[in-house]
Protein backbone atom coordinates (compact mmCIF):
# COMPACT_ATOMS: atom_id res chain seq x y z
CA UNK A 1 0.00 0.00 0.00
CA UNK A 2 1.49 3.50 -0.66
CA UNK A 3 0.33 6.43 -0.24
CA UNK A 4 0.71 7.93 -3.52
CA UNK A 5 -2.04 5.34 -4.73
CA UNK A 6 -4.40 5.43 -2.04
CA UNK A 7 -4.17 8.86 -0.15
CA UNK A 8 -3.92 7.45 3.00
CA UNK A 9 -0.89 4.82 4.13
CA UNK A 10 -0.58 3.29 7.70
CA UNK A 11 3.35 3.72 9.55
CA UNK A 12 3.84 0.79 12.26
CA UNK A 13 6.07 2.53 15.22
CA UNK A 14 6.46 5.85 13.92
CA UNK A 15 7.81 6.97 16.76
CA UNK A 16 8.88 4.39 19.84
CA UNK A 17 6.79 3.31 22.42
CA UNK A 18 8.48 4.89 25.23
CA UNK A 19 8.14 8.15 23.27
CA UNK A 20 4.22 7.91 22.75
CA UNK A 21 3.87 6.65 26.54
CA UNK A 22 5.98 9.94 27.85
CA UNK A 23 3.51 11.98 25.29
CA UNK A 24 0.46 10.40 26.35
CA UNK A 25 1.39 10.45 30.38
CA UNK A 26 2.97 14.56 29.57
CA UNK A 27 -1.34 15.07 27.88
CA UNK A 28 -3.15 13.30 30.92
CA UNK A 29 -0.82 15.29 33.39
CA UNK A 30 -1.78 18.55 31.44
CA UNK A 31 -5.61 17.71 31.30
CA UNK A 32 -5.57 17.57 35.50
CA UNK A 33 -3.46 20.17 35.83
CA UNK A 34 -5.86 22.26 33.21
CA UNK A 35 -9.00 21.05 34.82
CA UNK A 36 -7.03 22.30 38.76
CA UNK A 37 -6.76 25.84 37.22
CA UNK A 38 -10.22 25.53 35.91
CA UNK A 39 -12.15 24.32 38.93
CA UNK A 40 -10.06 26.93 41.17
CA UNK A 41 -10.59 29.83 38.58
CA UNK A 42 -6.57 30.47 37.99
CA UNK A 43 -7.61 30.87 34.80
CA UNK A 44 -10.82 32.38 32.70
CA UNK A 45 -12.70 29.37 31.46
CA UNK A 46 -12.88 31.06 28.21
CA UNK A 47 -8.77 30.89 28.14
CA UNK A 48 -8.02 28.03 25.60
CA UNK A 49 -4.11 28.63 25.89
CA UNK A 50 -3.74 26.20 28.13
CA UNK A 51 -6.64 23.83 26.46
CA UNK A 52 -10.23 23.03 27.02
CA UNK A 53 -12.66 20.63 27.98
CA UNK A 54 -14.99 22.47 25.37
CA UNK A 55 -13.95 21.15 21.77
CA UNK A 56 -16.85 21.74 19.09
CA UNK A 57 -16.02 18.02 17.73
CA UNK A 58 -15.88 16.43 20.37
CA UNK A 59 -18.00 17.34 23.16
CA UNK A 60 -16.48 16.47 26.65
CA UNK A 61 -13.09 15.51 25.48
CA UNK A 62 -9.68 17.64 26.67
CA UNK A 63 -8.35 19.22 23.86
CA UNK A 64 -5.44 21.63 22.55
CA UNK A 65 -4.24 23.60 19.83
CA UNK A 66 -0.31 23.69 19.63
CA UNK A 67 0.57 22.23 22.46
CA UNK A 68 4.55 22.45 22.41
CA UNK A 69 5.26 18.71 22.95
CA UNK A 70 3.38 18.35 20.40
CA UNK A 71 4.44 20.83 18.35
CA UNK A 72 8.21 19.39 18.25
CA UNK A 73 6.48 15.95 17.24
CA UNK A 74 5.08 18.04 14.15
CA UNK A 75 9.01 19.37 13.26
CA UNK A 76 10.60 15.70 13.91
CA UNK A 77 7.72 13.52 12.12
CA UNK A 78 7.81 15.62 9.42
CA UNK A 79 11.19 14.24 7.21
CA UNK A 80 9.07 10.40 8.02
CA UNK A 81 6.11 11.99 6.56
CA UNK A 82 7.42 13.62 3.92
CA UNK A 83 9.49 9.96 2.68
CA UNK A 84 6.38 8.36 3.03
CA UNK A 85 4.23 10.40 0.56
CA UNK A 86 7.32 11.68 -1.43
CA UNK A 87 5.97 15.48 -0.98
CA UNK A 88 7.98 18.37 0.27
CA UNK A 89 5.79 19.55 3.43
CA UNK A 90 5.10 22.62 5.26
CA UNK A 91 4.07 22.09 8.97
CA UNK A 92 0.09 23.54 9.90
CA UNK A 93 -0.27 23.12 13.39
CA UNK A 94 -0.87 19.94 15.68
CA UNK A 95 -3.88 19.20 17.47
CA UNK A 96 -3.96 16.65 20.44
CA UNK A 97 -7.06 14.91 22.50
CA UNK A 98 -7.75 12.60 25.59
CA UNK A 99 -10.94 10.90 24.60
CA UNK A 100 -13.20 9.05 27.58
CA UNK A 101 -15.33 6.92 26.89
CA UNK A 102 -19.10 7.46 24.83
CA UNK A 103 -17.02 10.20 22.57
CA UNK A 104 -16.43 9.98 18.87
CA UNK A 105 -15.33 11.58 16.11
CA UNK A 106 -18.56 12.80 13.19
CA UNK A 107 -17.36 11.55 9.65
CA UNK A 108 -16.18 14.68 8.60
CA UNK A 109 -13.17 16.26 5.76
CA UNK A 110 -10.59 18.68 7.18
CA UNK A 111 -10.05 22.02 6.47
CA UNK A 112 -6.96 22.92 3.78
CA UNK A 113 -4.52 23.78 6.49
CA UNK A 114 -5.14 19.53 7.03
CA UNK A 115 -4.16 19.04 3.65
CA UNK A 116 -1.42 15.74 4.87
CA UNK A 117 -2.44 14.72 8.28
CA UNK A 118 -1.51 12.42 10.65
CA UNK A 119 -3.86 10.91 13.47
CA UNK A 120 -1.04 8.96 16.13
CA UNK A 121 -2.31 6.99 18.92
CA UNK A 122 0.10 7.76 21.42
CA UNK A 123 -1.48 5.76 24.61
CA UNK A 124 -4.78 3.87 26.29
CA UNK A 125 -7.17 1.43 24.55
CA UNK A 126 -6.97 0.77 20.80
CA UNK A 127 -9.74 3.14 19.07
CA UNK A 128 -10.46 2.14 15.33
CA UNK A 129 -10.50 5.03 12.99
CA UNK A 130 -12.76 4.86 9.81
CA UNK A 131 -11.87 6.13 6.39
CA UNK A 132 -13.67 6.37 3.10
CA UNK A 133 -10.79 5.77 0.64
CA UNK A 134 -13.41 6.80 -2.31
CA UNK A 135 -13.19 11.02 -1.59
CA UNK A 136 -16.89 11.37 -1.80
CA UNK A 137 -19.32 13.57 0.29
CA UNK A 138 -21.29 11.72 1.94
CA UNK A 139 -22.55 13.94 5.09
CA UNK A 140 -24.57 16.91 5.78
CA UNK A 141 -23.94 18.56 8.93
CA UNK A 142 -25.87 19.31 11.98
CA UNK A 143 -22.80 21.14 13.99
CA UNK A 144 -19.25 19.92 14.23
CA UNK A 145 -19.81 17.13 16.45
CA UNK A 146 -23.30 15.91 14.22
CA UNK A 147 -23.47 14.73 10.96
CA UNK A 148 -26.29 12.97 8.84
CA UNK A 149 -24.59 10.55 6.45
CA UNK A 150 -25.99 9.87 2.80
CA UNK A 151 -27.58 6.16 2.45
CA UNK A 152 -25.22 4.02 0.58
CA UNK A 153 -22.18 5.92 2.03
CA UNK A 154 -18.89 3.73 1.98
CA UNK A 155 -18.44 1.95 5.31
CA UNK A 156 -14.98 2.76 5.18
CA UNK A 157 -11.92 0.81 5.88
CA UNK A 158 -11.40 0.23 10.07
CA UNK A 159 -7.65 0.83 11.15
CA UNK A 160 -6.01 0.06 14.47
CA UNK A 161 -3.83 2.04 15.41
CA UNK A 162 -1.13 0.69 18.58
CA UNK A 163 0.82 3.39 20.56
CA UNK A 164 3.71 5.11 18.39
CA UNK A 165 1.97 4.12 15.01
CA UNK A 166 0.39 6.48 12.85
CA UNK A 167 -1.86 6.87 9.74
CA UNK A 168 -1.11 9.33 7.39
CA UNK A 169 -4.25 10.62 5.24
CA UNK A 170 -5.23 13.31 3.08
CA UNK A 171 -7.46 15.14 5.34
CA UNK A 172 -8.93 17.48 2.87
CA UNK A 173 -10.04 14.77 0.41
CA UNK A 174 -10.70 11.93 2.57
CA UNK A 175 -13.84 11.53 4.93
CA UNK A 176 -12.47 9.87 8.36
CA UNK A 177 -14.29 9.45 11.88
CA UNK A 178 -14.77 7.49 15.06
CA UNK A 179 -17.49 4.99 16.09
CA UNK A 180 -18.50 5.90 19.74
CA UNK A 181 -15.72 5.11 21.93
CA UNK A 182 -16.26 1.60 24.15
CA UNK A 183 -12.62 2.55 25.95
CA UNK A 184 -11.68 4.25 29.56
CA UNK A 185 -9.11 6.79 27.73
CA UNK A 186 -7.13 7.29 24.30
CA UNK A 187 -4.72 9.77 23.80
CA UNK A 188 -4.25 10.92 20.45
CA UNK A 189 -2.25 13.86 18.35
CA UNK A 190 -2.90 15.00 14.78
CA UNK A 191 -0.11 16.51 13.17
CA UNK A 192 -0.90 18.95 9.74
CA UNK A 193 0.84 19.88 6.68
CA UNK A 194 0.42 21.15 3.62
CA UNK A 195 1.86 19.93 0.14
CA UNK A 196 4.45 22.75 -0.61
CA UNK A 197 3.22 22.83 -3.97
CA UNK A 198 -0.74 23.13 -3.03
CA UNK A 199 -2.52 26.78 -3.72
CA UNK A 200 -3.04 26.65 -0.08
CA UNK A 201 0.69 26.04 1.02
CA UNK A 202 1.82 30.08 1.45
CA UNK A 203 -1.33 30.67 2.90
CA UNK A 204 -1.47 27.84 5.59
CA UNK A 205 2.44 27.70 6.25
CA UNK A 206 2.81 27.07 10.33
CA UNK A 207 -1.39 27.70 9.66
CA UNK A 208 -0.88 31.57 10.18
CA UNK A 209 1.10 32.02 13.04
CA UNK A 210 4.87 33.19 12.40
CA UNK A 211 6.39 30.16 13.39
CA UNK A 212 5.08 26.42 14.98
CA UNK A 213 4.32 26.84 18.57
CA UNK A 214 2.51 30.15 19.20
CA UNK A 215 -1.02 29.81 20.40
CA UNK A 216 -3.59 30.19 17.90
CA UNK A 217 -5.08 33.73 19.30
CA UNK A 218 -1.33 34.69 17.59
CA UNK A 219 -2.48 33.97 13.77
CA UNK A 220 -2.44 36.65 11.15
CA UNK A 221 -5.67 38.47 10.89
CA UNK A 222 -5.02 39.13 7.37
Known amino acids: MTFKKNKYQIIRQAISSE ?3 FCHDYFLLKKKVVAHMFEKKYISPYNTSFGTFSDPQVPNSFAQ ?29 SYARVYVKGNKLARHKDRPSCEISTTMNLG ?11 GEDNVTHISEAEVI ?3 GANPGIKIDLNPGDMLIYKGYDLEHWRDAFQ ?7 FLHY ?5 EWSEKNK ?4 EFVGLPDFLKSKV
Request: charged share 30%; glycine share 6%.
Open 149 to 151: VKE
Open 194 to 198: NDTES
Open 19 to 21: LAK
Open 206 to 209: FDGR
Open 183 to 189: GEISTQV
Open 124 to 134: GDVWPIYIDPT
Open 65 to 93: YADTVMETLLLNVQEKMEKETGLKLIPTY
